[in-house]
């Protein structure tokens, strides 16, 4: 099966502005209110192409948001990889030498025999990711998918999720193979701490839709975490929360063997098999069947197919919880 092309809807913004902090570190912005209360982060930018997060980054920044508890994080992560953006490649600026989001673990950010841009990144960036105790980071999808949350593997995750409201799937995990993403990273990933993260899927990379779910999962994770109030953010940022939100729970990744390999149709991701036993594509010639009824698919997407990825993954939904009237 092809894959579509989707068109471009949203403009890229110049974040150069933005480069230099009082950090000390290019596009990574801390305010301090003085007060006690949490660190929160706000990042974007994990994948060059995913624009939905530095459309709000940037935004909030320009419009000078202030904590009024705690301290306040702002980033644009891989700008080297955002500035190779082009139109007629748009899925080649997902980074630059390797994934951002598969260097989050001390072993590799410790290993001073691993060289590369994200690497580098990822190392100017962790002191103070290091002292970060709410992680909010903004993503968006290869395919026009419903939005998602993406809690991880731990009971504090899901609850956080639940507690923000929206969007309505909440997809727990255990990441991926490759490697450990941010939003695990650490404390993140600890069930000994109470630092928590998620990491919101707004939607396609470019279309306007993905941009309004990220001003509004934004504006709600401020909020919930007390570092700024709703007053203090645009009123057209929220969206209503939807009736229900279904929490599914992800039991295996199903991981390209070569480039041989497809899928039986053009998924988007969330479609859902009634039977045991579906065929949903082929790995080197051999089906790839479903494991279980109820079976629904997560991401799947071979946009970034080689040896060794993660093209869908597999789960089931665990429980489904409506929002009090």
């Given at each position: 099966?092809s894959?579509?092309?989707?068109?471009?809807?949203?403009?890229?913004?110049?974040?150069?502005m933005?480069?230099?902090s009082?950090t000390?570190i290019?596009?990574l912005?801390t305010?301090d209110?003085g007060?006690?209360?949490?660190?929160?982060m706000?990042n974007a930018?994990?994948?060059?192409?995913?624009?939905?997060g530095a459309?709000?980054?940037?935004?909030?920044?320009r419009?000078k948001?202030?904590?009024?508890?705690?301290?306040l994080t702002?980033?644009?992560a891989?700008v080297?990889a955002?500035?190779?953006f082009?139109?007629?490649n748009?899925?080649?600026?997902r980074f630059?030498?390797?994934?951002?989001n598969r260097v989050?673990t001390?072993?590799?950010?410790?290993n001073?025999?691993?060289d590369s841009?994200?690497l580098?990144r990822a190392r100017a960036?962790?002191p103070?990711i290091?002292?970060v105790?709410l992680l909010?980071?903004l993503?968006s999808?290869?395919?026009k998918?419903k939005?998602?949350i993406?809690?991880?593997?731990?009971?504090?995750?899901?609850?956080?999720a639940e507690?923000l409201?929206?969007?309505?799937?909440v997809i727990?995990d255990?990441?991926h193979p490759e490697?450990?993403?941010?939003r695990d990273?650490?404390?993140?990933?600890?069930?000994?701490?109470?630092?928590n993260a998620?990491?919101i899927?707004?939607?396609?990379?470019?279309e306007?839709g993905?941009?309004?779910?990220?001003?509004?999962?934004?504006?709600?994770?401020?909020?919930?975490?007390?570092?700024?109030?709703?007053?203090d953010?645009?009123?057209d940022?929220?969206?209503?929360l939807?009736d229900?939100m279904q929490?599914?729970r992800?039991t295996e990744p199903v991981v390209?063997?070569?480039?041989?390999?497809?899928?039986?149709?053009?998924y988007?991701?969330?479609e859902?098999?009634?039977?045991a036993?579906?065929?949903?594509?082929?790995?080197?010639?051999?089906a790839?069947?479903t494991?279980?009824?109820d079976?629904i698919l997560?991401?799947?997407?071979?946009?970034q197919?080689r040896?060794?990825v993660t093209?869908v993954r597999?789960?089931?939904i665990?429980?489904?919880s409506?929002?009090?009237?």
């Amino acid at each position: 099966m092809s894959t579509p092309a989707y068109p471009i809807e949203v403009a890229f913004p110049d974040i150069s502005m933005h480069e230099r902090s009082g950090t000390g570190i290019p596009y990574l912005h801390t305010f301090d209110s003085g007060v006690p209360g949490a660190h929160v982060m706000i990042n974007a930018l994990t994948h060059g192409n995913e624009v939905c997060g530095a459309i709000v980054v940037d935004a909030l920044l320009r419009a000078k948001l202030r904590p009024r508890r705690g301290r306040l994080t702002l980033v644009f992560a891989n700008v080297a990889a955002y500035r190779r953006f082009d139109a007629a490649n748009p899925d080649a600026a997902r980074f630059v030498d390797r994934d951002f989001n598969r260097v989050w673990t001390a072993e590799t950010l410790d290993n001073a025999a691993l060289d590369s841009n994200e690497l580098r990144r990822a190392r100017a960036m962790r002191p103070v990711i290091d002292t970060v105790d709410l992680l909010l980071d903004l993503h968006s999808m290869h395919e026009k998918s419903k939005p998602l949350i993406v809690a991880g593997s731990l009971d504090k995750g899901t609850a956080l999720a639940e507690k923000l409201g929206t969007p309505a799937t909440v997809i727990c995990d255990e990441g991926h193979p490759e490697s450990r993403r941010m939003r695990d990273y650490e404390g993140f990933g600890d069930p000994r701490s109470e630092k928590n993260a998620l990491l919101i899927e707004c939607g396609q990379h470019w279309e306007t839709g993905a941009v309004a779910v990220a001003r509004d999962v934004t504006a709600r994770f401020l909020v919930l975490s007390g570092v700024v109030e709703a007053a203090d953010l645009p009123d057209d940022w929220s969206m209503p929360l939807p009736d229900e939100m279904q929490i599914v729970r992800v039991t295996e990744p199903v991981v390209a063997k070569s480039l041989d390999f497809r899928f039986a149709d053009n998924y988007t991701g969330l479609e859902v098999f009634p039977d045991a036993g579906s065929v949903i594509g082929w790995s080197d010639s051999e089906a790839v069947r479903t494991p279980y009824r109820d079976c629904i698919l997560v991401m799947p997407s071979l946009r970034q197919l080689r040896e060794g990825v993660t093209v869908v993954r597999l789960g089931r939904i665990e429980r489904r919880s409506a929002r009090p009237q």
